[in-house]
């Protein structure tokens, strides 16, 4: 998870006390967004989704 968080510039990955992965992504909702722009942060989260399962089976 250190190398992930290290080397990666969206997508925060972390464990839990049971020794579950997550990831997480942090998009910013204050005073509304368009639906460009929500579309775009979805886009973001399937391509991190893709890379982190990659980075995982490495």
Same mark, same amino acid.
């Given at each position: 998870m250190n190398t992930w968080n290290r080397?990666?510039?969206v997508g925060t990955a972390s464990l839990?006390?049971?020794g579950n992965?997550?990831?997480s992504m942090w998009v910013n909702l204050?005073?509304?967004v368009s639906a460009e722009n929500l579309h775009?942060?979805?886009e973001w989260w $399937?391509?991190?989704l893709g890379?982190?399962?990659d980075f995982?089976? $490495?």
């Amino acid at each position: 998870m250190n190398t992930w968080n290290r080397t990666k510039m969206v997508g925060t990955a972390s464990l839990n006390s049971k020794g579950n992965v997550a990831l997480s992504m942090w998009v910013n909702l204050r005073n509304g967004v368009s639906a460009e722009n929500l579309h775009d942060s979805f886009e973001w989260w $399937e391509f991190i989704l893709g890379d982190f399962k990659d980075f995982l089976s $490495e």
